[in-house]
């Protein structure tokens, strides 16, 4: 069965830094691109980050400098390190598999989210 | 960048109502579209991709469909478990969602 499950959110105050991890099962991370998608409360969906299977990576521009995208093929695993966390940063992150062809991209599967509180 | 522009932003309907959330391209985006429905505490789930190709397991009753840049999702018959958000999405741009309640 093709899963994602996150971990590592949690409540932090402005400026600290936190790790989220999606372990992988049922597909290989590193053959494909690899997202992160967040939900502020409330809000729609926004796009984060995105590892190529290359391992070329790009942010949207709001956490460029301060959040960093990477896998650990070895653990079939996705992570994303924030740092200087603001207090907009607050959302429930997901991970989710891009698919990529020529003329179409569509996010699937997701995980199931996990929650980051930027609060002091 | 191209934006997504979804409406309505809500929707009221029953069940057994056949109902219909657009989505309009800035510019032409050659039917690069998926749909997505999420319902509250839950991840996105993807109904379908390429405008109008259906996601594996997806209920036939959901369909899209373009015409220049407007892109369509419809329902042909409303059932209870379809009451949710649904959220167009181009490259990394999604639409705001279609928030779809019961009248």
């Known amino acids: 069965e093709v899963q994602l499950v996150e971990t590592g959110g949690g409540s932090i105050q402005p400026g600290g830094s936190l790790s989220l991890s999606c372990a992988a099962s049922?597909?290989?991370?590193?053959?494909?691109?690899m997202s992160w998608v967040r939900q502020a409360p409330g809000k729609g969906l926004e796009w984060v980050s995105v590892?190529?299977?290359?391992?070329?990576?790009y942010y949207t521009d709001s956490v460029k400098g301060r959040f960093t995208i990477s896998r650990d093929n070895s653990k079939n695993t996705l992570y994303l390190q924030m740092n200087s966390l603001r207090a907009e940063d607050t959302a429930v992150y997901y991970c989710?598999?891009?698919?990529?062809?020529?003329?179409?991209?569509?996010?699937?599967?997701w995980g199931q989210g996990t929650l980051v509180a930027v609060s002091s | 960048d191209i934006q997504m522009t979804q409406s309505p932003s809500s929707l009221s309907a029953s069940v057994g109502d056949r109902v219909t959330i657009a989505c309009r391209a800035s510019?032409?985006?050659?039917?690069?579209l998926a749909w997505y429905q999420q319902k509250p505490g839950k991840a996105p789930k993807l109904l379908l991709f390429?405008?109008?190709r259906l996601q594996s397991g997806v209920p036939s009753r959901f369909s899209g469909s373009a015409y220049g840049t407007d892109y369509t999702l419809t329902i042909s018959s409303l059932q209870p478990e379809d009451f949710a958000t649904y959220y167009c999405?181009?490259?990394?741009?999604f639409g705001q969602g279609t928030k779809l309640e019961i009248k």
């Open positions: 989710a598999r891009l698919t990529v062809t020529p003329t179409e991209w569509w996010f699937d599967p």
């Open positions: 510019q032409g985006i050659t039917n690069s």
């Open positions: 049922g597909f290989t991370v590193s053959s494909n691109y």
């Open positions: 999405q181009h490259l990394y741009t």
């Open positions: 390429a405008a109008s």
């Open positions: 590892i190529y299977s290359s391992g070329r990576t």
